[in-house]
């Protein structure tokens, strides 16, 4: 089973490729959260072995999405989800209930590979890639829909939607957005809205009508009403789902820390609050009101940078899963000579908190503050001989550090020589040794610690 897409450059890998030819900037400028986008570009080589119905049959056998709740089945015509049915008999069938599955896709039922980035490295390159640019929460579910059938009536989703035509053939009629930007429901936004209880809204027809084919995208904000048929082929999509922080989730975190400093906001609400004929009880604005007097006088001020960078390490993309283990033999065996480099598809990032420098290439680690004068190397060189780290490490020093960035899978083996350091002068090499820096002399038992 081949992931790799080496034989065929033009296929979609990157945000980048994903929305050629506007770009990922105009994107964000002119879309995103704003208004509807179709790409036609109808060019099947951009998403040629990323999934199509021979993806469907090789996933079921050796990645076995319905033996792990990954895979729902639903009927066509509006009759409902079949997932536990099948999902039952999967686990009692020699097969993994593949057999049973062909049928029910034979019988106009649609397979729905959810989370697919977890176990299908084609998606996985796509998705990782859009967390990185988008700075998002991304995943993402495969819709294999057969010919003259549709899953799902007219529905509205809590998220933006990028859609992917993979193969085969797909018409998505579009209404007109009722509520701009809509949250998803919960019984106490129910409870004080009762719109949202209300009975299933009429979208009236459709204002648009788009058919995708292979290589076509379709970009639809959170709200705006939708339903997708196949035509008389086949249809496999990616649905590919964003999931921002958004504005209100990000106050609430800082409140949240605001409440870490101040006594008042961690006790528990009035009681008296809850009597209906208590006069005092303040407005919302009131409430807000006071949580930013609070704000204000917490010294030093609350870091939000720190704070949203902090947020993105938890969507950050993992390395390449490929070079773990020789990661991990790497490690054992390094000298000054060994060449490593970051994972492929990466990008290095340092957060400095009180107490320590998180940094993240791939894996995550901590390293000591004193260490400070060593990464501006790391960030400069994705490539590197273990000896061309500054000269202010000692030569044990060197390796004891590089062997904690290979075991957390900030590093692996490089596959070529490094480049050059040529102490010109020209930001290339390392600076001299530093006497005020003698903690350095010394090998520590283990610079990092994972996390």
Same mark, same amino acid.
């Given at each position: ?53 021979? @993806? ?12 792990? %709740? ?37 019988? !106009? ?21 859009? !967390? ?8 993402? *579910? ?36 009722? %509520? ?24 009236? %027809? ?28 086949? @249809? ?33 609400? #009035? ?19 006071? =949580? ?7 010294? #030093? ?9 902090? *947020? ?28 490593? %480099? !970051? ?41 590197? !001989? ?15 550090? =590089? $062997? ?15 480049? $050059?350091?040529?102490?010109?002068? *020209? ?17 520590? #038992? ?6």
């Amino acid at each position: 089973m081949d992931f790799t897409t080496a034989a065929n450059p033009n296929v979609i890998t990157s945000t980048r490729a994903l929305l050629d030819p506007i770009g990922t900037d105009a994107f964000i400028d002119r879309h995103l959260e704003r208004e509807v986008l179709h790409l036609e570009r109808g060019e099947a080589s951009l998403v040629e072995g990323i999934f199509d119905l021979e @993806s469907m049959g090789r996933c079921l056998h050796y990645m076995k999405p319905q033996l792990r %709740e990954c895979l729902r089945v639903v009927a066509a015509d509006g009759e409902g989800e079949r997932t536990t049915e099948y999902g039952s008999a999967a686990r009692n069938e020699p097969d993994d209930g593949v057999a049973r599955l062909k049928r029910a896709f034979a019988d !106009r039922h649609t397979l729905i590979f959810t989370g697919a980035e977890a176990y299908w490295p084609p998606v996985e390159r796509i998705v990782m890639d859009l !967390r990185r640019s988008l700075h998002s929460m991304v995943r993402c *579910n495969v819709y294999c829909t057969p010919p003259a059938s549709q899953g799902f009536d007219t529905h509205v989703d809590g998220h933006d939607v990028l859609v992917l035509q993979t193969s085969g053939t797909k018409t998505w009629r579009i209404h007109e957005t009722g %509520e701009a930007l809509p949250m998803e429901s919960s019984p106490v936004l129910a409870q004080m809205l009762p719109r949202l209880a209300s009975a299933v809204p009429d979208h009236g %027809e459709p204002s648009r009508e788009v058919v995708l084919h292979p290589g076509d995208v379709l970009y639809l904000p959170r709200g705006v009403p939708h339903s997708a048929a196949s035509t008389d082929q086949h @249809s496999v999509h990616l649905t590919i789902g964003l999931y921002p922080m958004r504005m209100h989730e990000f106050i609430g975190q800082v409140v949240d820390l605001v409440a870490f400093e101040v006594e008042e906001l961690r006790r528990r609400a #009035p009681i008296e609050f809850h009597s209906d004929d208590h006069p005092a009880i303040p407005t919302a604005g009131d409430l807000l009101r006071r =949580v930013a007097e609070f704000a204000d006088g917490i010294d #030093p001020p609350i870091d939000l940078r720190r704070l949203l960078q902090t *947020n993105e390490e938890s969507h950050a993309p993992p390395g390449d899963p490929a070079s773990k283990f020789a990661s991990a033999l790497a490690g054992r065996t390094i000298d000054l000579d060994t060449v490593v %480099e !970051r994972p492929g598809g990466t990008v290095w990032r340092t957060r400095r908190t009180p107490e320590e420098f998180r940094v993240s290439c791939g894996g995550t680690m901590s390293l000591p503050l004193k260490l400070e004068p060593v990464l501006g190397f790391l960030e400069a060189h994705p490539c590197f !001989r273990v000896g061309d780290l500054p000269r202010i490490l000692t030569d044990s020093a060197k390796i004891t550090l =590089v $062997r904690n960035l290979l075991a957390n899978d900030l590093l692996q083996p490089g596959d070529g020589p490094a480049p $050059r350091l040529d102490g010109t002068g *020209n930001g290339m090499t390392a600076p001299p040794s530093n006497p005020d820096l003698p903690w350095l002399k010394t090998t520590p #038992p283990g610079i990092g610690r994972g996390s």
